[in-house]
């Protein structure tokens, strides 16, 4: 069904290594989100996050947003895409400017924005985001509205997100392929932090875990921003491929063993327990080659697989500092996260709190599409319909852009813009 007179449509594409997923949502004059239409397909040019075969990306493109337009009942022309690959980066841009004891007025606010904007130094690589977050007053923080008050100084954290730009570009032709715009192209934990975590779990810290098909993003959120971000190229792909080798099974075969029988946490049941197991097919291959494992063996493999993530999730959080185990949790997301008792083996392996994360905020999302694998997807239709506050909004010196050469969609004008020298 097609939204109401007024609403606004917004489209959200998750394309990821394991599945391309779309939302049509339309957004009502009170700000409130309703689901129109979805649409999945299996993702075929995607690896580690990162485009590798251009034509099979635009066919699951073309295919997904086609699925979510037939249920929608309406055509759509741009949208709002996710980047999750292992180039991001993610810093905290700290900027001053002097008040000399008198009262901050708007004029000062936006001398301000206009001097954090020029200070991003990208050094050749995209800007992605550059939000203000917190505020300061000689020295004083989590200042929320600082107009009215006086100061000596007045200052403000820039959250900014960086990616390389040819995989952007890839990215982003491969959806223009498809016969869409690209609206934004938004850092994966950015829309994944919106839908999954809430605003007092961001302010005390909170680790947000992306368990993806092929990459895990480790995003930290203290103080109600994201202040460290690490990628690790290793997602639940990789157990399903573990699977297949050690039982001589086909992805598809491996993938449906881990969702029926697979887990996190080993038990004594596991032990008694058997699996028919089939091998894939091929010349040498007889039926009578079939043959029965206990479960435990399986269990054996997905758990070996996830101690050495687990040890790699450990680094980066220590890495970002993240030590205090005071008010500060992992949340889990992504389609790892759907993983059998996955929390409570993370929980151990990582000693904090652990909760598995779904996405929320949104009216008539499909009950399949409720699930911490699809909560990427959600979070960019929020981020979508948000008013956000991003300083590559505000206009720039012209000496400041440098335009990329060749053929660029309309859509992608947002990122030319975040573009400096070097580049």
Not at 264 to 282: C, H, K
Not at 386 to 403: E, G, I, Y
Request: contains cysteine.
């Amino acid at each position: 069904m097609a939204g109401a007179r007024g609403d606004k449509l917004i489209t959200a594409i998750d394309i990821g290594s394991w599945k391309v997923s779309a939302l049509i949502a339309s957004k009502a004059e009170n700000g409130a989100l309703t689901v129109l239409g979805t649409g999945q397909r299996e993702s075929r040019g995607v690896r580690r996050g990162f485009v590798v075969d251009m034509e099979r990306t635009e066919q699951a493109v073309r295919e997904t947003i086609e699925q979510a337009e037939k249920v929608a009942g309406t055509n759509i022309e741009s949208v709002q895409i996710s980047f999750s690959g292992g180039s991001l980066e993610s810093r905290v841009e700290p900027v001053e400017i002097p008040i000399e004891g008198r009262r901050i007025e708007q004029p000062d606010m936006e001398a301000l924005l206009d001097r954090a904007r020029d200070r991003i130094d990208p050094n050749g690589r995209v800007v992605l985001h550059a939000e203000p977050t917190l505020y300061t007053i000689d020295g004083m923080r989590g200042v929320q509205r600082p107009t009215g008050l006086h100061a000596d100084v007045l200052g403000v954290d820039v959250h900014v997100v960086l990616a390389d730009g040819a995989p952007l570009r890839n990215l982003e032709t491969s959806v223009r392929g498809a016969y869409l715009n690209v609206d934004s192209i938004i850092a994966a934990p950015v829309a994944t932090a919106m839908a999954c975590l809430s605003e007092e779990e961001r302010d005390l810290g909170v680790a947000l875990v992306e368990l993806g098909g092929g990459v895990t993003n480790v995003s930290l959120h203290i103080g109600g921003m994201l202040v460290g971000l690490r990628s690790i190229p290793i997602g639940a792909a990789d157990i399903t491929d573990d699977i297949a080798s050690a039982f001589g099974l086909r992805r598809s075969q491996a993938e449906r063993m881990k969702c029926f029988y697979g887990s996190a946490m080993q038990s004594r049941r596991d032990f008694r327990e058997t699996i028919d197991i089939v091998p894939a097919a091929g010349p040498a291959v007889q039926a009578s080659d079939g043959r029965k494992v206990n479960r435990a063996e399986l269990v054996g493999v997905i758990c070996e697989r996830l101690g050495r993530l687990m040890k790699e999730i450990a680094a980066a959080l220590d890495e970002m500092g993240f030590h205090s185990p005071v008010g500060r949790q992992v949340v889990l997301v992504g389609g790892g996260a759907e993983l059998k008792s996955i929390a409570d083996y993370a929980q151990t392996a990582l000693g904090r709190a652990v909760r598995i994360g779904k996405p929320r905020g949104l009216g008539a999302l499909p009950e399949a599409h409720g699930g911490p694998a699809f909560a990427t997807l959600v979070g960019l239709a929020l981020h979508g319909a948000s008013d956000r506050n991003d300083l590559l909004n505000r206009p720039a010196p012209a000496m400041k852009v440098h335009k990329m050469r060749g053929a660029v969609g309309a859509g992608f004008s947002r990122l030319v813009n975040a573009l400096r020298a070097g580049y």
